[in-house]
């Protein structure tokens, strides 16, 4: 059962984000004092106030979604879009949270957006936010002539009301039963630079326009959590932000970037998308970097094919990427022209399969078989001054990544080479091949037992 959409709308600058992250309990959505940050629909599933008392399991969930400001031009051309995101929200809102900044009382801008909201025929929760001083009785007061009843006061960044919102909210609501969200079965981060077709190939995914989707460089930059099913299997994709250089990073770009390498972090599975009509630059291999930092299973997706075919042959991939992101030579490859639909799918069956292999267990028993014949193969090097370098046996301790500790009578000779070389034949004989491996390396002490 799909949860019920609580909107929270309003115009710009009056603390929608910061109550979104407040009523969540974390940070989705991108706080900064600059107007217009928020351009995507940022959604989260949230409790409301019976968690508190009857237990999490117990909660009825809203999926709350953050919006853009109501009203606002946005610097690079983007308000009609914007706009979109916002109507869409609304309309298919159960409940719209209209917030105000208790500090100016009822602007114009205000008054505006009430009238919007009365032609919507939408239950309204009224929240006079950044209620942060004892002085702010006649500003609250005027608030009445929006239309909407007496304001509920809070303070986002505080946390101040925050039980007493989630209770209105309850309240509101249509009365029925609300289970929890359904747990999705695979995160899927799609990253890459700027203007790459991250959002296109997610809206291509969902099958509606579910991210602003421009020409316009940085047009993406909160990091958008879209739940979508495929073959009867629910996964969450996560739009990211582009990425650029360090050097161009203003502030509203700082966070944006910051939030789209934590994606990478908290993701099962990583989509790198690969602009096929420009040249891969240092952005690309930087990002490649952190994705092989972090051992995630990635599929390197080459986008806009369309205007590469006939130039480049797919094989060609292959070999560029080996020498371009060596720590990454492990990952499938993905062609795809995400404007018009192909290989979308294919590319998310692909992620679901890495998603399954970095969670694949070894029994103990056929993993020391392989690295006994892999050390036939080529041992370590004898260094000077060491003992005859033995694996004496290993044993996988985790999955996603799989990890394996090998035990060692002499860990000096195990050098950084000799372990590539394991982990590359390990994936060869071993059902890894297309994820990354962690291994680790302890020296034999008298407590360790076979």
């Known amino acids: 059962m799909s949860l019920p959409i609580v909107a929270i709308v309003g115009r710009p600058n009056v603390g929608k984000s910061s109550l979104l992250n407040s009523l969540v309990g974390r940070r989705i959505s991108i706080v900064d004092a600059t107007p217009g940050v928020t351009r995507d629909r940022v959604s989260a599933p949230c409790p409301l106030g019976t968690a508190g008392n009857a237990g999490p399991d117990a909660a009825r969930y809203v999926e709350l979604v953050d919006t853009g400001g109501m009203g606002i031009e946005d610097a690079d051309n983007l308000t009609e879009h914007v706009e979109s995101q916002i109507a869409y929200a609304m309309q298919a809102a159960a409940l719209v949270v209209f917030v105000v900044d208790a500090r100016e009382g009822a602007t114009p801008l205000d008054v505006r957006v009430a009238q919007k909201l009365r032609r919507q025929d939408k239950p309204v929760v009224l929240v006079a936010n950044k209620v942060d001083l004892v002085n702010l009785v006649s500003e609250v007061g005027e608030l009445h002539k929006l239309g909407f009843g007496e304001a509920l006061e809070v303070s986002a960044i505080h946390n101040l009301g925050r039980p007493e919102l989630l209770e209105r909210i309850e309240q509101m609501l249509p009365a029925g039963e609300f289970a929890s969200p359904a747990e999705a079965v695979m995160k899927l981060a799609v990253v890459g630079k700027r203007n790459a077709g991250k959002s296109t190939f997610i809206n291509a995914l969902a099958g509606e326009d579910r991210v602003i989707v421009s020409q316009t460089p940085g047009t993406t930059r909160d990091s958008v959590d879209v739940t979508i099913e495929l073959d009867g299997r629910c996964f969450t994709v996560i ?16 966070y944006s970037q910051h939030r789209a390498l934590r994606s990478v972090r908290r993701a099962d599975v990583v989509a790198m998308m690969i602009d096929a009509s420009v040249s891969v630059s240092k952005v690309d291999k930087l990002l490649a970097g952190q994705i092989a930092e ?78 006994q014949k892999i050390l036939e193969l080529r041992g370590p090097s004898h260094k000077v001054g060491t003992r005859r370098p033995k694996i004496l046996y290993a044993s996988q301790i985790d999955v996603a990544p799989p990890t394996i500790v090998c035990f060692v009578n002499d860990i000096r000779s195990f050098d950084a080479g000799y372990q590539r070389f394991l982990i590359n034949r390990l994936r060869e004989r071993l059902p890894l091949d297309e994820v ?8 034999r002490t008298r407590k360790d037992t076979r």
């Not at 080996?322 to 022209?337: H, V």
């Open 239 to 254: 739009d990211t932000a582009g990425l650029r250089k360090r050097r161009r990073l203003v502030d509203v770009d700082f």
């Open 294 to 371: 972090n051992f995630k299973p990635v599929v390197l997706v080459v986008n806009k094919w369309d205007l590469a075919r006939g130039k480049v042959a797919g094989e060609d991939y292959a070999d560029y990427f080996d020498k371009t992101f060596p720590e990454l030579s492990y990952a499938p490859i993905s062609l795809t022209t995400a404007t018009e639909g192909v290989n979308v799918n294919e590319t998310i069956r692909l992620a679901e399969r890495l998603f399954d292999q970095a969670r694949t267990r070894i029994p103990t028993a056929q993993l020391n078989e392989v690295i």
């Open 436 to 443: 990354p491996i962690r291994l680790v390396f302890r020296q």
